[in-house]
């Protein structure tokens, strides 16, 4: 197997990941932007998506607020070539547009914006402090910056699987994150700090608590299934043999869409922040 085969493989099992997730966590969506609406109000006709993925924010941003066009920046081309897809079976490509751009690299050229959205982007970053600073700069005195960061991955098994040693998941999670400390470490981050310290004023930081019970959204199970696949993957050898058998079984065929015991448990945060 090439490596680019591998990459355009990861790549479309990432995006399957990400459509999933904006299937599952409809509803914090529509809550988190219901109140960017409620903030930003009438004068947001130009909205920018930073690491837009496969374009969760953009599509739910362009329905909230349908007098604006929205912008979708990414570095990956297959990730936007999903969001055209969805503008254009929602007839939107008038409104929706995309540029593929890789942030470390380069600011893209772009006119002035009234409302920016980063969720889960800036922790990737090399240098956030300066794309923080090319951010404020591309704002209009009085736009709005909105940053959600998630706290953790989710999790969606239960204590006792009914097979393996209980604990699994927080186990998983501990390898993960002191994995992500090295190659991730402002995952989580506080951003107030740095936006600050950008010039930005800090309007509002607020906890979406996200805890799913049944009935569960149809496309919870699958979620779990390319969340843990990808999260088995990241863990490789890092995870204890009998841990790695156990989510092995877990996610061998489709077993985990006829389970009846996830849920869906994260915390993400949005932080409001103002180009005075």
Same mark, same amino acid.
Request: hydrophobic share 40%; charged share 30%; glycine share 8%.
């Given at each position: 197997?090439?490596?680019h085969?591998?990459?355009?493989?990861?790549?479309?099992?990432?995006?399957?990941?990400l459509?999933?997730?904006a299937?599952?966590?409809?509803?914090y969506?529509a809550?988190?932007?219901?109140?960017?609406?409620?903030?930003?109000?009438?004068?947001t006709v130009?909205?920018?998506?930073?690491?837009a993925g496969t374009g969760?924010?953009t599509?739910?941003? *362009?329905?909230?607020?349908? =007098? $604006? +066009?929205?912008?979708? #920046?990414?570095?990956? /081309? !297959?990730? @936007?070539?999903?969001?055209r897809?969805?503008?254009?079976?929602?007839?939107?490509?008038?409104r929706?547009?995309?540029?593929q751009?890789?942030l470390?690299?380069?600011?893209?050229?772009?006119?002035?914006?009234?409302?920016?959205w980063?969720?889960?982007?800036?922790?990737?970053?090399?240098?956030?402090?300066?794309v923080?600073?090319?951010?404020?700069?591309?704002l209009?005195?009085?736009g709005?910056f909105a940053v959600?960061?998630l706290?953790?991955?989710?999790?969606?098994?239960?204590e006792?699987?009914?097979?393996?040693?209980?604990?699994?998941?927080?186990r998983?999670?501990?390898v993960?994150?002191?994995?992500l400390?090295?190659?991730?470490?402002?995952?989580?981050?506080?951003?107030?700090?740095?936006l600050?310290? *950008?010039?930005?004023?800090? =309007? $509002? +930081?607020?906890?979406? #608590?996200i805890?799913? /019970? !049944?009935? @569960?959204?149809?496309?919870?199970?699958r979620y779990a299934?390319?969340s843990?696949?990808?999260?088995?993957?990241?863990?490789?050898?890092?995870?204890?043999?009998?841990d790695?058998?156990?989510l092995?079984?877990?996610l061998?065929?489709?077993?985990i869409?006829s389970?009846?015991?996830?849920?869906?448990?994260?915390?993400?945060?949005?932080?409001l922040?103002?180009?005075?």
């Open positions: 197997m090439t490596d085969h591998h990459h355009a493989h990861d790549d479309d099992a990432l995006a399957d990941m459509d999933l997730d299937e599952v966590l409809h509803e969506l809550e988190v932007t219901t109140w960017l609406h409620e903030r930003a109000g009438g004068r130009r909205i920018l998506d930073l690491g969760t924010g599509l739910a941003l *362009a329905e909230r607020f349908p =007098e $604006a +066009e929205v912008l979708a #920046v990414d570095m990956s /081309a !297959p990730m @936007l070539h999903r969001v897809d969805k503008a254009r079976a929602l007839g939107m490509t008038d929706i547009h995309t540029r751009a890789d470390d690299a380069e600011w893209p050229a772009i006119e002035p914006v009234d409302l920016v980063a969720a889960g982007s800036l922790h990737h970053l090399a240098d956030p402090d300066r923080l600073a090319e951010i404020l700069a591309a209009r005195p009085g709005l959600a960061e706290e953790s991955f989710p999790y969606f098994l239960p006792d699987l009914g097979f393996g040693r209980p604990g699994l998941e927080a998983c999670h501990a993960l994150h002191d994995g400390r090295h190659g991730l470490p402002l995952l989580g981050s506080d951003w107030g700090p740095r600050r310290k *950008a010039g930005f004023t800090v =309007e $509002a +930081e607020r906890p979406f #608590v805890a799913l /019970a !049944p009935p @569960l959204p149809a496309a919870t199970g299934q390319a843990l696949r990808r999260l088995r993957t990241g863990l490789g050898e890092r995870l204890g043999a009998e790695r058998a156990t092995d079984t877990l061998d065929g489709d077993a869409l389970r009846t015991d996830l849920a869906v448990r994260t915390t993400r945060t949005v932080w922040a103002g180009r005075p």
